[in-house]
Structure formats: structure tokens, C-alpha cells
Antibody
């Protein structure tokens, strides 16, 4: 059974960089049929797509976050990672790692999510 | 990239049918048959209920169905059950490998 697990600091200071890693188990991240991405949900609010990456390293981002986001993939470790720069309190959210079937828009596997709080 | 528009809340009695709309634009919903719907119970991870407008993943009840007309997609739940009470989100492919979500709809089973 495919499993996605997010890991990383739960507390980040304003203006610093949020970094999370998603470890995929029970399947390979090096598949032609899926993207691996990040989706977030501020407390009490809706879902927001952050971006995704193909195993080849080609990445795609939400235009509203593009200037601050980097998603990378490490196929040797079966992991993908998220970096979000210059965070503010508005970036406080549950961050989900997710798998999206090509060509896109069918997010069929989700990690459990990790709450990241931006606070000094 | 504007979010898709969903009603904030809908409600229905057990056994009834309800429909949740998801209004987009010609750049997303209107141009691609890549609309999906997610169910999220409080404190839980979202679950894929419908993909590619009207397809159901294995294990999802056939009480859930999806459709699209123009720039608006819809999720219909028939034979409403108490366990269907949850938040529902639509999502659409928006071109150049990007996705956009709706704001979410809270379904209350009366």
C-alpha cells in the first residue's frame, strides 16, 4: 500500500524558510504516471495547491506562490521536498504531500499532513 | 489563478439528493475534463471521490456522481446518509500542469 509521510520543522520564524520532506513508501516515485506535489490548508480554511514535480525533476507551481516556492525530487531516496521562502503568519497551515495522476487533477494519495506554524 | 467558486454550505435530509456546484472559467473547468471532487471529514485527510468529471475511484459509492456543463462542474450525492456530512472541494486542471481548488462546501445532513 502506497504511503506518503511528511517530515520537517513544525515551527518556523517569520521571514525564514519552511522546509518539508515527503517520503514515499510502498511504491516508486520514479513513475511515468504521476506527479508528486504539495497542497496546504490553513486552519479552518480551504485547500490550496502549492505545486508538483515529475520524477524527471520538472516542477510546476501555483502562480501566486511561484516566487517563493521550490519543489525538488530525490529519486534515490524516494523523496520530494518543499521549500517556501520568506514565510509569514499567512503561511501557517497543514501541509500535505500528495500524488496526482498524469495529466493532472486526480490526487489519489495524500500524506497525513503536518501543521506548520509561522511564529516568532 | 482565482479559486473556483463553490457555495459555502448546502444541506439535505437523509435519503434526499443534493448537488454542489463548482464555477470556474474557460481557462480551467471549461477547457479540460479534469475536474475532481474531494470529501474531507473534520480533522481528516481529503479523499478523492470523483475524477475526470464523472469517474469514481474504486471503493467510492455510486451515490456520488459528477458532471460538467460549460465552466461549471457539479457533484451530486443521492440517497444522502449521515456519514456524507463533510466538507467537499472541487479541483480543476488549469493548464500548464497547474491545479486550482474551490473554496469548499460544508454539507450538513439534517
Amino acid at each position: 500500500q502506497l504511503q506518503l509521510q511528511e517530515s520537517g520543522p513544525r515551527l518556523v520564524k517569520p521571514s525564514e524558510t519552511l522546509s518539508l520532506t515527503c517520503t514515499v513508501s510502498g511504491g516508486s516515485i520514479s513513475t511515468t504516471n504521476y506527479y508528486w506535489g504539495w497542497i496546504r490548508q490553513p486552519p479552518g480554511k480551504g485547500l490550496e495547491w502549492i505545486g508538483s514535480i515529475y520524477y524527471s525533476g520538472r516542477s510546476y507551481y501555483n502562480p501566486s506562490l511561484k516566487s517563493r516556492v521550490t519543489i525538488s525530487v530525490d529519486t534515490s531516496k524516494n523523496q520530494c521536498s518543499l521549500r517556501l521562502n520568506s514565510v509569514t503568519a499567512a503561511d501557517t497551515a497543514v501541509y500535505y504531500c500528495a500524488r496526482d495522476a498524469v495529466p493532472g487533477g486526480s490526487v489519489d494519495y495524500w500524506g497525513q499532513g503536518t501543521l506548520v506554524t509561522v511564529s516568532s | 489563478q482565482s479559486a473556483l467558486t463553490q457555495p459555502a454550505s448546502v444541506s439535505g435530509s437523509p435519503g434526499q439528493s443534493i448537488t454542489i456546484s463548482c464555477a470556474g472559467a474557460s481557462s480551467n473547468v471549461g477547457s479540460y475534463n479534469l475536474v475532481s471532487w474531494y470529501q474531507q471529514h473534520p480533522g481528516k485527510v481529503p479523499k478523492l471521490m470523483i475524477y475526470e468529471v464523472g469517474k469514481r475511484p474504486s471503493g467510492v459509492s455510486n451515490r456520488f456522481s459528477g458532471s460538467k456543463s460549460g465552466n461549471t462542474a457539479s457533484l451530486t450525492i443521492s440517497g444522502l446518509q449521515a456519514e456524507d456530512e463533510a466538507d467537499y472541494y472541487c479541483c480543476s486542471y488549469a493548464g500548464t500542469n497547474t491545479l486550482v481548488f474551490g473554496g469548499g462546501t460544508k454539507l450538513t445532513v439534517l
